[in-house]
């Protein structure tokens, strides 16, 4: 199973900029997809952002386009970019893939490869 270790997490003051990486331990081949989600303390676990093997990428409304979902291809990295940070963005924030081509933010339940997560922490 492929590893994925998240690291870029921290403190920020509100409308700061974070930038996420999302390193995995070796090169995934074929139909895949791959995304960010969060959970903040007391709160289910939301889908952030979603990219597919062909580059596609979905995001949750909830990101107001302030997030950026992409990939590093040769360093088997995905990342997320971060710009204009609210106090709510304020959670864990966890890599995870799936293989097959069904690619979105909602389906939480069928990404079965998992980070440990990295924490977010937004300041007034």
């Known amino acids: 199973q492929v590893q994925l270790v998240e690291s870029g997490g921290g403190s920020v003051q509100a409308g700061g900029s974070l930038r996420l990486s999302c390193a995995a331990s070796?090169?995934?081949?074929?139909?895949?997809?791959m995304g960010w989600f969060r959970q903040a303390p007391g709160k289910e676990r939301e889908g952030v952002a979603v990219?597919?093997?062909?580059?596609?990428?979905t995001y949750a409304d909830s990101m107001k386009g302030r997030f950026t979902i992409s990939k590093d291809y040769a360093k088997t990295t995905l990342y997320l970019q971060m710009n204009s940070l609210k106090p709510e963005d304020t959670a864990m924030y966890y890599c995870?893939?799936?293989?097959?081509?069904?690619?979105?933010?909602?389906?939480?339940?069928?990404?079965?490869?998992w980070g440990q997560g990295t924490q977010v922490t937004v300041s007034s």
């Open positions: 070796k090169y995934i081949v074929g139909i895949y997809c």
């Open positions: 995870a893939l799936r293989y097959g081509s069904r690619c979105t933010w909602s389906y939480l339940a069928q990404f079965n490869n």
């Open positions: 990219i597919a093997s062909d580059g596609s990428t």
